[in-house]
Nanobody, 127 residues
């Protein structure tokens, strides 16, 4: 069992930056692929970014490519999402998720492949 707790959300202006953190419990964290998803009001939960287990490979949605960076620190059981040049359309509740192995470059994009989810953290970007 893995428990995930996100933090770092908040209210910022367009162009600002935020860093989200997701702390995980459990001794097998390093073996999980970790994903970030977001859900805006009235919309489906969508893929934002993912990072595989070591050697880490990162994957991004086109809408955030070049602005967001996912990283992980296995010693701290934590995954991060650095968000730069934020836009109002980035406003959403952001969730981190963990996927048990095995994972492939295709599976990390799919919400249903993730086994554990955090409670979410709100990110609001004003124009």
């Amino acid at each position: 069992q893995v428990q995930l707790v996100e933090s770092g959300g908040g209210l910022v202006q367009a162009g600002d930056s935020l860093r989200l953190s997701c702390a995980a419990s459990g001794r097998t964290f390093s073996s999980y692929a970790m994903g970030w998803f977001r859900q805006a009001p009235g919309k489906e939960r969508e893929f934002v970014a993912a990072i595989s287990r070591e050697p880490a490979t990162m994957y991004y949605a086109d809408s955030v490519k070049g602005r967001f960076t996912a990283s992980r620190d296995n010693a701290k059981n934590t995954v991060y999402l650095q968000m730069n040049s934020l836009k109002p359309e980035d406003t959403a509740v952001y969730y981190c998720a963990a996927a048990r192995p095995p994972n492939t470059p295709q599976t990390v994009y799919v919400r249903e492949n993730y086994n554990y989810w955090g409670q979410g953290t709100q990110v609001t970007v004003s124009s």
